[in-house]
């Protein structure tokens, strides 16, 4: 099923949650530069284990974990030989849960592309030359490894979410992209997000989100979005800022507040819902329950 005819259907579109703080919470290694691609050489267990954790809480789509699996986080741990094998090993597991799992649901996978450098600084996005080069072999593999969609995510800047979008549309897939903003709703790199969206559409996304941003900060967020896309909207917040202990904890918001939160962002018109860093398949399941009695709009089946 594609992505567009799962939004033809259900009112709400359920994605899944974090993957990087999870594995942390979970005991796994996400030190940079290669953050949760650890896991897929260490702990693809536990890969596994999170994503049917995300669907028996009820999400509808589950990401791969290829977020900082691009060829310059591996450059920079020196594995640059097994891009190909890693980004292959994490659809690869992703689909494995989805065979797995007896759902009677349809479950689609989304490819993750993240930016090519840190997500929390623009001022690091490189040449254009580069994005299009990293952007389109990140997309090219994870297209032909079968994804349903891909979701270029966490962008923060228009230069590179433009990048992004090209390297998605010229495989052939449908793909969605992401935002980053600010507190005033800006992207982090200070531009509007209607720059953002006029710079993505004519790429032709099947929706645009915002996600990687505290609950509190994304109404605005989405209020920015909702007044210029023109497809389909959605986001997948944080649930806090880090508060390190040890490890970084995500405590200022729980599965409750966060609920309460989305319903108030799918009444806004966001038709895909889900979480970011923090959130965990409770976060997941709460929000499903809460969506249970009318998640499915006038022209589902």
Same mark, same amino acid.
């Given at each position: 099923?594609?992505l567009?005819?799962?939004?033809e259907?259900?009112h709400t579109?359920i994605l899944d949650?974090?993957?990087?703080t999870e594995?942390g919470?979970?005991?796994?290694?996400?030190?940079?530069?290669?953050w949760?691609?650890?896991a897929?050489i260490?702990a693809?267990?536990?890969?596994?284990?999170?994503?049917t954790?995300?669907?028996?809480?009820?999400a509808?789509?589950?990401?791969?974990n290829?977020?900082r699996?691009?060829?310059?986080?591996?450059r920079?741990a020196?594995?640059e030989?097994r891009?190909?094998?890693l980004?292959?090993?994490?659809? !690869?597991?992703?689909f494995?849960? %989805? $065979?797995r799992?007896p +759902?009677?649901?349809p479950i689609?996978?989304? @490819?993750?592309?993240?930016p090519v450098?840190?997500?929390?600084?623009?001022?690091?996005?490189?040449?254009?030359r580069?994005?299009a080069d990293?952007?389109?072999?990140?997309?090219?593999?994870l297209?032909?490894?079968g994804?349903?969609?891909l979701?270029? !995510?966490?962008?923060?800047?228009? %230069? $590179?979410?433009v990048? +992004?979008?090209?390297?998605?549309a010229?495989? @052939?897939?449908?793909?969605a992209?992401?935002?980053?903003?600010?507190?005033?709703g800006r992207?982090?790199s200070?531009?509007?997000?209607?720059?953002?969206?006029?710079?993505?559409?004519p790429?032709?996304?099947?929706a645009l989100?915002?996600?990687?941003?505290?609950?509190?900060?994304m109404h %605005?967020?989405?209020?920015?979005l909702?007044?210029c896309?023109?497809?389909?909207?959605?986001?997948?917040?944080?649930?806090?800022?880090?508060?390190?202990?040890?490890?970084?904890?995500?405590?200022?918001?729980?599965?409750?507040?966060?609920?309460?939160e989305a319903?108030?962002?799918?009444?806004?018109?966001?038709?895909?819902?889900?979480g970011c860093?923090g959130?965990?398949?409770d976060w997941i399941?709460?929000?499903?329950?809460?969506?249970?009695t009318?998640r499915?709009?006038?022209?589902s089946?």
């Amino acid at each position: 099923m594609r992505l567009m005819e799962f939004l033809e259907r259900k009112h709400t579109v359920i994605l899944d949650g974090a993957m990087g703080t999870e594995l942390g919470r979970r005991g796994v290694d996400i030190g940079l530069p290669l953050w949760s691609t650890h896991a897929l050489i260490h702990a693809p267990h536990v890969v596994r284990n999170i994503h049917t954790d995300y669907l028996r809480a009820g999400a509808d789509v589950l990401t791969t974990n290829t977020f900082r699996s691009n060829i310059r986080a591996l450059r920079r741990a020196h594995i640059e030989k097994r891009w190909d094998e890693l980004n292959l090993k994490a659809v !690869e597991f992703a689909f494995e849960a %989805r $065979e797995r799992f007896p +759902a009677d649901r349809p479950i689609l996978i989304a @490819g993750s592309i993240g930016p090519v450098e840190d997500c929390y600084r623009p001022d690091l996005v490189p040449s254009d030359r580069e994005l299009a080069d990293e952007h389109g072999r990140q997309a090219e593999i994870l297209a032909t490894a079968g994804v349903d969609f891909l979701l270029a !995510e966490t962008m923060n800047t228009v %230069r $590179e979410a433009v990048a +992004a979008a090209s390297a998605c549309a010229a495989t @052939g897939k449908e793909f969605a992209v992401s935002f980053v903003c600010n507190d005033e709703g800006r992207l982090l790199s200070g531009e509007p997000i209607d720059e953002a969206v006029a710079g993505v559409v004519p790429s032709r996304p099947t929706a645009l989100l915002v996600n990687c941003i505290t609950v509190k900060s994304m109404h %605005r967020a989405l209020e920015h979005l909702r007044s210029c896309s023109p497809v389909p909207i959605g986001c997948y917040p944080n649930v806090g800022t880090p508060q390190v202990d040890g490890r970084a904890v995500y405590a200022e918001v729980g599965p409750d507040e966060f609920v309460r939160e989305a319903l108030r962002w799918r009444a806004m018109g966001a038709r895909l819902l889900g979480g970011c860093c923090g959130t965990t398949p409770d976060w997941i399941s709460a929000l499903v329950c809460a969506l249970a009695t009318d998640r499915y709009g006038a022209g589902s089946s």
